[in-house]
């Protein structure tokens, strides 16, 4: 048996005799070509895409898959275009505004087959929060703005007990 053969490709044999220490002559060549890789990519169970969002940017990462032959990349997907083909198992999505997004990622080895997809969804909010700011008795006269450095001292309460 012959192993360790790529996929759809062209491998010559001949076969010779031997009977004891004599061996005889060698069989014309013959041609035989393997079957084509039909056999895509596989994810580890339990995979899941994690995508963790930052300002206005997302970072995707996943579990590498496995496949007979190799795994040559993977394409990560907004929606249902394509972003990029990356070799890793991390990708960051830059320049996202406000708003909900649906990514994707798939496996593909070297005969174009691909694994079934790997989806996250994450929403984004680059607005900044409101500023505001707290006022003090205005019989005191001061006010303190966000950002601003105070300090509050609140004496202590006496309680009579009967």
Excluded at 45 to 62: C, F, I, K, R
Excluded at 85 to 108: D, E, K, P, Q, R
């Amino acid at each position: 048996m012959v192993t360790s053969l790529q996929p759809f490709t062209p491998y010559y044999f001949r076969v010779t005799a031997v009977n004891g220490s004599v061996e005889g002559g060698f069989s014309p060549d013959v041609l035989a070509t393997t079957p084509a890789d039909t056999a895509a990519p596989a994810w580890p169970d339990n995979s899941a895409l994690t995508a963790l969002p930052s300002g206005g940017e997302v970072v995707l990462s996943w579990p590498a898959a496995s496949d007979n032959v190799s795994v040559t990349g993977y394409q990560v997907y907004l929606d249902t275009t394509q972003l990029t083909t990356v070799s890793g198992t991390t990708y960051t999505v830059t320049g996202l505004s406000t708003g909900s997004y649906n990514f994707s990622v798939i496996a593909v080895d070297a005969a174009g087959n691909t694994s079934p997809p790997l989806t996250a969804s994450v929403t984004i909010d680059t607005v900044p929060p409101t500023t505001g700011s707290a006022s003090v008795d205005p019989a005191v006269g001061a006010t303190v703005g966000l950002g601003d450095n105070a300090r509050i001292v609140i004496p202590p309460l006496s309680v009579s007990r009967p």
